[in-house]
C-alpha cells in the first residue's frame, strides 16, 4: 500500500451522518475532505463485528463470569477515612471465622523497592502502585485497600472482612489542589520531593511535579494584543463509569506458576506490574484477559490481581475477588478534579498574540494526574508563537487517579475554549471564524515542543463551520449555541500479530489487545484488505499473555492504530508467503508473481487466496506470519463539538436539543464503530459537564459513592449524537489511521458552557453545570 | 443458614434450585445455575445490566431474591433467541453497531424486548423512557434507539407479511 495523500474528493466510503441502520439523519454532511488517493475493498465497510453473536446472547465471558472448580471468594476491607495513620491491624477474628480461608495485609506483599514501573502509558514509582494495593502505614484516601480475605463466598468474605480491626489515627485531608498546595498543608508522603522541570529537587511537597513550557515572549504577546481575557475554572473529580466493576480469578499453583483471569486494558501491563510487586518473573505469570465491561482508561492499574494472588498462594486454591460499585468508585479511577487559570490575547484582527496557562490537577493519593498532557492539550489547536504553561502535578486524599479517556485534556479544553470564545466575543468575531484565523497546522509548534505532521484541525473546523446545524435557527428563547475544539495524541507503543492460513482460506488471526469496542474487527480488517479477502475469513482471537508477542494497553487510541499495524504487516508477510507458494505451482520465481485482491497471477496463470490456501501442503506446508511494531507514525486526533442548549431560568437544568460532533478520525476503518466512538466520548463529555461529580463530605468521604447519586447520562437526557467523520489521512500509518477513541470527550464541556453563555449570559466557571450551580450563575448574571 | 428449594420456570423450562434466604435473583441466575450473561453492574438497582423478565415485567434481578422466584415465569438473555435464530433485537443490534463492550447489552435487549411486546411501534421518545434504567457508557444511546427502532421495523412487516 502506498502511503496516502489528499485531495478534494465528494464522496466518501463511509457517508457521514447515516448510521448502519434506522433512520437517516437529519441535515446529513459530508465533508468535502477525504481520503482520496486510495480506495479500499474492506477498509471503510461495516461488517458485523466477529465477537458480535456471543455479545448479543449472553454468551461472552466477562471476568465475573469465570467460575473455576473449588474457588473461594474474596472481599477487600477499605479504609472509612481520608487520611490515617494505621496503628495495627487485627485478623484475628477474622481468621477464626467459619469459611474463612487466609486474610492478607500490606505484609504479605515483599518490600517495595524503589524504583520505576512502566504502567501502561508511562512509569512510576513502585512503592506507589504497592501502596495503592494494600495500604501500608496509612491510608491515603476513604476506600484504600487494608486488607483482604478468602472465604466460601462472597457474602462470608465480606463479614470476615468487616470483622478485622484496624486502628486509626485520622490526618487532615486535602480534598483540592490549591489546599494541598498551601504552604501550611501536611505532607501526605513524608519522602515526597518536588520534581521541577524535569529535575529532582529536595523540596518536600505535596506537589509532586511542577511542568514548565514556554516559548517566545508572554509579556510582549499580551502588551501587543487589543483585547485580553483572563479566567479561572474548575472541574470536579468524575469517574471513567464502566459498567462492569473490577474483577480478578487468580490461581497460584502448585508448580510455582502464577494464572490471572481478569478484566483489563493491558493483559501484559497486569503481568508485568504484578510479577514487579510480588516479585516473581514474568515468565511464572500468565494473564488471560476476559471479555472487559469497559475501561476509559480506568482499567489500566492493577488493583486486585496481586492481593488475589497472594490469597491464592495461601490457599492452594483459586481465588476471585469482584468489586462492588462502592468499591469502583471510592478504590478505582477517578479523573483528577483540576484548578485552571487561562489567559488569551489577540489584535483586532483576530489573531491571537499570546496564550497563557497554569494547571493544577489532583493526583489522588498518588503522583500521576496527567497534568501534563493536559497543558500539552490546552492550547493543541491553535497557532501561537508566544506562549507560557505551568502544570503542576498535586496529590490530595482522593483515590489514586486514573487515565479517563483523553486524560487532562477535557479540564483544559473546559477552561482554554471558553476564554478563546470570549476573546472572540470581544472581538466581535464568529467564534468558528475566530479559531479558524488561529488553528493550528502542519508545522506549528505546540506548547510543549513538537512540531505537528499534517493534522487535521483546520479541516475539522471548517467542517463545523460548514455544516447545517450552525447555520441552522434556534427556536426559542433561553437557547444558544455553543462550540468547541479538542485535541488528543495517539500513541504508538508496541503490538504483535500472528496470521495462520487455514486450508478452506480463512485466516486466524491472534492479537493481544483487549476489545472494549469492536477492535478485533477493526484489525481484523486491516488484515482482509491486505490479503483480499472478506472480513469475515479473518477470525480474530484476543489470547494470553502465553500465547501472543508483547502487546501494549488498549489506550492512547492506539489499538486500531497500532496492532492494526501489525495486522497489516503479518498480512504482508503471507501475501508474499503466497506468491513463493503460487511460484512453486507454476515453477516461475516469486517475483513473477503478481498480487491483487486476493488473485496471485503470473503469465496467465491464476489462483485465489483459498484454493491457494487450500494447496498449502503440497506447496510446503502451513502458512502462517507473526508481524510486530512499534509505530512511531501516530496521528492525534482533532475534535469538536456545535451544541445547542436551552436553560430553564427557573430550576437551572439544561436541555440538550442538539449535538454534533466532528472528528478527524485519519481513515474510518469501521465507520459505525467510529461513530460509536464519537458519540460515546461525546456522552461522557456531557455528563462531565452537566451532572457528574464525587460529593465529598467535610471528613473526605464520597457521598455519592452509587450510580443513582453519581448521576451519568441515560437514554432519556439525550437527544441523537449526530456524527460527522472528517478524513485527513495521517501519513505515518499504512491506511492513513489516527487514534480515534479519545480526542471526542474533549469538547463537550467547553462546548456547552458557551452554548450556556449564548442562552442566557452566564460564564460557567466550575464543572459540573448542575442545575443549582446554573440556576446561581443565571440569578446573578 | 437453611437453604431454601424453589422451583420455577427459567427461558420456557422448569427449574428448581437451592438458594440461602440472602440470596438475590442475579446470585441465583449467576452462581447457582450459571446463566451468567445476566450481568452485575451496580446491584442496587441503579444501571439495568441484569434486567430479566418475571411474569411479564421487566425486573433487577439484583433486587429481587432468588426466594421470591417461586412460581415465577423468568426469560433471561439465554432465552431471548429461538434455537439458532437471533432475535430481530440481536440482529438489529449487530446490523447498528449498537454494542461496544457489550456489558449492558443483555440488559438492554431484554428490557427492548419487553417494550416491543407491548408497544410494538414506540417513538423515539418512548423508547428512551423505556431504556432509562439501563445505564450504557459506551455507546451514547444513538445506536441503540436507532436499533429498536430498526427491529421493531422489522418485526411490524414480518408481522403484517
Known amino acids: 500500500m502506498s502511503t496516502s495523500t489528499l485531495e478534494p474528493k465528494s464522496t466518501s466510503a463511509a457517508p457521514a451522518g447515516k448510521s448502519g441502520n434506522g433512520a437517516p439523519r437529519r441535515d446529513s454532511y459530508e465533508p468535502n475532505m477525504v481520503l482520496a488517493t486510495q480506495t479500499f475493498d474492506v477498509v471503510g465497510t461495516r461488517p458485523v463485528r466477529h465477537d458480535g453473536a456471543d455479545k448479543v446472547t449472553g454468551r461472552a465471558l466477562y471476568g465475573a463470569d469465570l467460575a473455576l472448580a473449588g474457588t473461594l471468594h474474596g472481599a477487600i ?12 491491624v487485627d485478623t484475628s477474628k477474622a481468621e477464626q471465622m ?4 487466609a486474610v492478607v495485609t500490606a505484609d504479605d506483599l515483599p518490600e517495595a523497592e524503589d524504583k520505576l514501573v512502566d504502567v501502561g502509558e508511562g512509569d512510576t514509582r513502585l512503592s506507589y502502585v504497592h501502596g495503592n494495593v494494600l495500604a501500608r502505614g496509612k491510608v491515603l484516601y476513604q476506600g484504600h485497600a487494608v486488607a483482604a480475605v478468602a472465604a466460601r463466598n462472597q457474602h462470608v468474605a465480606l463479614e470476615a472482612a468487616n470483622a478485622i480491626v484496624v486502628d486509626y489515627e485520622p490526618l487532615p485531608s486535602y480534598m483540592t489542589a490549591p489546599e494541598a498546595m498551601a504552604a501550611d498543608a501536611e505532607l501526605l508522603h513524608s519522602d515526597l520531593r518536588m520534581k521541577e522541570f524535569g529535575e529532582q529537587t529536595d523540596k518536600p511537597s505535596n506537589v509532586a511535579e511542577h511542568f514548565h513550557w514556554t516559548a517566545g515572549d508572554v509579556a510582549e504577546g499580551f502588551a501587543g494584543s487589543d483585547v485580553v481575557v483572563e479566567r479561572t475554572f474548575d472541574t470536579a473529580t468524575v469517574h471513567q463509569g464502566y459498567i462492569e466493576p473490577h474483577n480478578v480469578t487468580a490461581l497460584w499453583n502448585h508448580d510455582g506458576r502464577l494464572h490471572i483471569w481478569c478484566s483489563t486494558q493491558g493483559a501484559f501491563v497486569v503481568r508485568d506490574v504484578t510479577s514487579k510487586i510480588l516479585e516473581v518473573p514474568v515468565s511464572n505469570i500468565k494473564v488471560t484477559p476476559m471479555e472487559i465491561g469497559g475501561g476509559f ?101 482522593k483515590p489514586s487517579s486514573a487515565a479517563y479517556r483523553a486524560p487532562g485534556a477535557t479540564q483544559a479544553a473546559f477552561a482554554a475554549e471558553q476564554v478563546i470564545d470570549e476573546v472572540a466575543s470581544k472581538l466581535g468575531l464568529d467564534p468558528v471564524d475566530f479559531r479558524l484565523r488561529n488553528a493550528a497546522k502542519e508545522g506549528t509548534r505546540r506548547a510543549d515542543g513538537p512540531k505537528y505532521r499534517r493534522i487535521g484541525c483546520e479541516e475539522v473546523l471548517q467542517a463545523v463551520r460548514d455544516h447545517p446545524h450552525y447555520a441552522a435557527p434556534l427556536a426559542g428563547p433561553n437557547q444558544g449555541r ?3 475544539v479538542g485535541f488528543w495524541f495517539n500513541v504508538g507503543l508496541e503490538s504483535s500479530c500472528t496470521l ?44 494470553d499473555t502465553d500465547s501472543v508477542g508483547f502487546t501494549s494497553v488498549t489506550g492512547g487510541s492506539r489499538t486500531t492504530f497500532a496492532t492494526g499495524w501489525a495486522a497489516h504487516d503479518a498480512a504482508q508477510k503471507i501475501v508474499a508467503e503466497m506468491r513463493a507458494r503460487a511460484a512453486k505451482l507454476w515453477s516461475v520465481e516469486a517475483d513473477q508473481v503478481q498480487h491483487a485482491k486476493g488473485m496471485y497471477s503470473s503469465n496467465g496463470n491464476s489462483i485465489g487466496f483459498r484454493d491457494l490456501a487450500a494447496l498449502s501442503s503440497k506447496t510446503g506446508g502451513p502458512v502462517s506470519a507473526t508481524a510486530t511494531v512499534k509505530p512511531r507514525g501516530v496521528g492525534g486526533s482533532f475534535a469538536a463539538n456545535i451544541v445547542d442548549v436551552e436553560v430553564d431560568p427557573e430550576t437551572g437544568k439544561v436541555e440538550i436539543l442538539r449535538f454534533t460532533a466532528v472528528q478527524d478520525v485519519g481513515k474510518a476503518v469501521h465507520p459505525s464503530y467510529v461513530e ?27 457521598e455519592n459513592s452509587s450510580l443513582l447519586d453519581y448521576r451519568m447520562p441515560t437514554a432519556l437526557d439525550l437527544p441523537m449524537i449526530d456524527t460527522c467523520i472528517v478524513e485527513v489521512a495521517n501519513p505515518g500509518h499504512p491506511f492513513g489511521v489516527r487514534g480515534v477513541g479519545e480526542a471526542n470527550i474533549v469538547p463537550p464541556p467547553a462546548a456547552i458552557a458557551n452554548a450556556i453563555h449564548r442562552a442566557v449570559g452566564a460564564r460557567m466557571q466550575r464543572l459540573p453545570m448542575s442545575p443549582p450551580a446554573v440556576w446561581a450563575e443565571v440569578a446573578e448574571s | 443458614m437453611q437453604s431454601i428449594h424453589v422451583r420455577t420456570k427459567i427461558n420456557g423450562q422448569a427449574a428448581e434450585f437451592l438458594c ?98 407491548s408497544n410494538p411501534d414506540p417513538t423515539e421518545e418512548e423508547i428512551r423512557f423505556w431504556l432509562a434504567n439501563n445505564l450504557c457508557r459506551c455507546t451514547g444511546y444513538d445506536k441503540i434507539v436507532r436499533s429498536v427502532q430498526a427491529a421493531a421495523e422489522k418485526m411490524q412487516q414480518e408481522a403484517t407479511s
Open chain 1, 77 to 88: 476491607l477499605r479504609s472509612p477515612h481520608a487520611h490515617a495513620r494505621i496503628r495495627s
Open chain 1, 482 to 484: 455553543g462550540v468547541a
Open chain 1, 297 to 397: 482508561g480506568g482499567k489500566i492499574p492493577v488493583y486486585m490481581e496481586p492481593v488475589a494472588a497472594l490469597l491464592s498462594r495461601k490457599t492452594g486454591r483459586p481465588v476471585k475477588l469482584v468489586m462492588s460499585r462502592e468499591d469502583v468508585f471510592t478504590g478505582t479511577g477517578p479523573t483528577p478534579g483540576s484548578h485552571v487559570r487561562v489567559k488569551v490575547g489577540a489584535t483586532a484582527d483576530g489573531k491571537i498574540q499570546a496564550l497563557e496557562a497554569t494547571l493544577a490537577y489532583e493526583a489522588g493519593a498518588y503522583p500521576g494526574s496527567f497534568v501534563a498532557p493536559g497543558g500539552m492539550c490546552v492550547f493543541a489547536a491553535y497557532d501561537c508563537a508566544n506562549l507560557s504553561v505551568d502544570c503542576y502535578d498535586v496529590v490530595v486524599n
Open chain 1, 500 to 543: 495462520n492460513v487455514n486450508t478452506d482460506g480463512t485466516v486466524h488471526l491472534v492479537e493481544g489487545s483487549t476489545d472494549i469496542g469492536g477492535t478485533r474487527t477493526s484489525i481484523a480488517m486491516q488484515a482482509a484488505e491486505v490479503l483480499g479477502i472478506a472480513a469475515e475469513e479473518i477470525l480474530p482471537e484476543v489470547v
Open chain 2, 20 to 117: 440461602e434466604p440472602r440470596q438475590s435473583l442475579l446470585e441465583v441466575l449467576r452462581d447457582v445455575l450459571r446463566l451468567t450473561g445476566t450481568k452485575e453492574g451496580c446491584n442496587d438497582g441503579n444501571c439495568g445490566a441484569c434486567t430479566v423478565e418475571m411474569d411479564g415485567r421487566i425486573v433487577p434481578a439484583c433486587l429481587v431474591l432468588g426466594a421470591e422466584a417461586e412460581g415465577a415465569d423468568i426469560l433471561t438473555i439465554e432465552g431471548i433467541a429461538e434455537g439458532s435464530a437471533l432475535h430481530e433485537l440481536q440482529n438489529a443490534f449487530l446490523e447498528g453497531a449498537a454494542l461496544q463492550c457489550g456489558v449492558c447489552t443483555p440488559g438492554f435487549i431484554v428490557a427492548s424486548k419487553a417494550l416491543l411486546d
Open chain 1, 98 to 101: 467459619d469459611g474463612v480461608h
Open chain 1, 676 to 702: 460509536g466512538q464519537m458519540q460515546g466520548g461525546s456522552t461522557q463529555g456531557i455528563g462531565w459537564a452537566l451532572n457528574e461529580e464525587y460529593f465529598m463530605g467535610a471528613d473526605g468521604t464520597m
